[in-house]
């Protein structure tokens, strides 16, 4: 099959730092904790959740500490992230995994009550029918995290030193800020009603995990924000109800 140079989930392997978090063999993320809290402040018995770009479920864990029977869907367009998921929470008869790519549709016809999609946004070439995707599959609240900031920035970390005809690199990550303006104007446009919340980490554990866990091969930290290479993550969250 193929892949534009961008769909790095789709032609590499899946992160083993997230499948053992999944696993409860490595602690959750700091993001995780910030989920579970905003999620709690929402959340009442019965409503479905639905986590949208989920790879092997990890944040499933930490939202068992609100519910043990909250009904969860995790979806993701990589399809042995979500044959691993399955496996993983083969025993959880009230998590639902399923193939799903943001860019073409989620459960319009079946809304969920909840949404999240957390740090999936930023490594897309166009937030707009991803975020309308969102929007449309959701009854009450959807949370977003990712990078948002006071200019638009596309950032691409190369796989590759090889450029096309064209002068364009063949395989890289995006890693863009969206203006938070412009990324509020879609949900906005969608009837939408939108409250920016500060991204809350605490930088000593993710530098603990760079030096230990990813053997200096991941993101550290720099000044207090999380850092991939010369590049500084402006992560925030968006928190987004019907107008
Ligand atoms: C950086 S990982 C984040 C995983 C998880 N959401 C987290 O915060 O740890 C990005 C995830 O988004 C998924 N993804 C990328 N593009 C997607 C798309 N178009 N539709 C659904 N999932 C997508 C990838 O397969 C991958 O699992």
Not at 169 to 174: A, K, R, S
Request: hydrophobic residues 35%.
């Amino acid at each position: 099959m193929q892949f534009e140079p961008w769909q790095q989930w789709q032609k590499r392997d899946i992160d083993g730092c997230l499948v053992n978090r999944a696993k409860g063999l490595l602690p959750e993320m700091e993001c995780t904790k910030q989920l579970v809290r905003l999620v709690g402040e929402v959340y009442k018995p019965g409503l479905r959740v639905l986590d949208a770009g989920c790879n092997a479920g990890h944040y499933l864990r930490g939202l068992r500490r609100l519910d043990k029977c909250l009904r969860y869907i995790g979806v993701d367009v990589n399809p042995n992230s979500i044959d691993l998921a399955r496996t993983l929470f083969a025993d959880d008869t009230h998590a639902h995994f399923e193939v799903r790519d943001i860019n073409s549709g989620l459960f319009p016809e079946d809304p969920l009550d909840i949404v999240f999609c957390c740090n999936v946004l930023l490594h897309l070439p166009d937030p707009r029918k991803p975020l309308r995707n969102l929007l449309a599959s959701c009854k009450q609240v959807c949370f977003v995290r990712t990078l948002l900031g006071e200019y638009t920035t596309i950032s691409k970390r190369l796989m590759t030193h090889e450029f096309d005809a064209a002068g364009n690199p063949t395989d890289y990550y995006y890693q863009n800020t969206w203006q938070t303006d412009y990324f509020h104007t879609i949900a906005r446009e969608c009837g939408w009603r939108c409250e920016l919340i500060p991204d809350e980490f605490d930088p000593g554990v993710l530098q603990k995990e760079y030096e230990s866990i990813k053997e200096g091969k991941g993101t550290r930290t720099i000044g207090g924000l999380q850092a991939d290479g010369p590049i500084l993550y402006q992560w925030m969250w968006s928190k987004m109800v019907p107008a």
